[in-house]
């Protein structure tokens, strides 16, 4: 047993969340760090084929992060059973505010990452052809581009802020934050 099990209020000791829960949140976190790469790598990729597939996996997995982040928020809407919070006051207020903002970066970042998609007109893998509902306008796929990273980079930004938080809250607060969400059961 840990011993910081013991500084945990009882309504909350050795809780974790639900295994719906865990494997939305982490999925939703690779999607990003992986989307994030690719995003700031693109560019290097040489101009043909290559880059297309590279594009087209970022496409695909941009989709793919979309239809996690529906699921995930209609399961945070839906389910009962939320954990008792383990912060109060203050903290508890850094936290809610946190994952809201986290939500909104993300419904940010996928609907511009899906608009910049449409507005460009990219060819996926070569094989598919997204028609552009912008042709030659310029300006707005520089805007949406630019929209679409700012959001991104913020979402790396304030999940940066969240796992730190996490990580002090495991290391010096020595309670259970981090070990409810973790994919495998600590001992």
């Known amino acids: 047993m840990h011993d910081s099990i013991l500084t945990e209020p009882a309504a909350t000791q050795g809780l974790r969340h639900d295994p719906t829960t865990i494997l939305l949140h982490w999925l939703t976190a690779a999607l990003v760090v992986v989307l994030w790469t690719i995003g700031q790598t693109v560019d290097f990729a040489p101009s043909g084929a290559l880059r297309v597939d590279y594009r087209s996996v970022h496409i695909v997995l941009g989709a793919t992060l979309a239809v996690v982040l529906v699921a995930r928020i ?4 839906t389910r009962n059973g939320m954990l008792p919070a383990l912060d109060t006051g ?3 207020l850094v936290a809610r505010a946190t994952h809201f903002a986290l939500y909104v970066l993300l419904v940010a970042a996928v609907g511009l990452g899906l608009a910049n998609a449409w507005i460009r007109g990219d060819s996926l ?3 598919f052809t997204i028609p552009s509902i912008a042709p030659g306008d310029k300006v707005l796929r520089g805007n949406v581009e630019d929209w679409h990273a700012l959001a991104a980079n ?3 930004i304030v999940a940066g802020v969240h796992a730190a ?3 002090f809250h ?5 309670d259970a934050t981090l070990r409810r969400m973790l994919p495998w059961r600590q001992v």
Do not use: D, K, P
């Open 74 to 77: 209609a399961w945070r809407l």
């Open 125 to 127: 893998f070569n094989l």
């Open 154 to 156: 913020a979402v790396l």
């Open 170 to 174: 495991h290391l010096f607060l020595r």
């Open 90 to 92: 203050l903290l508890l």
């Open 165 to 167: 938080a996490a990580l």
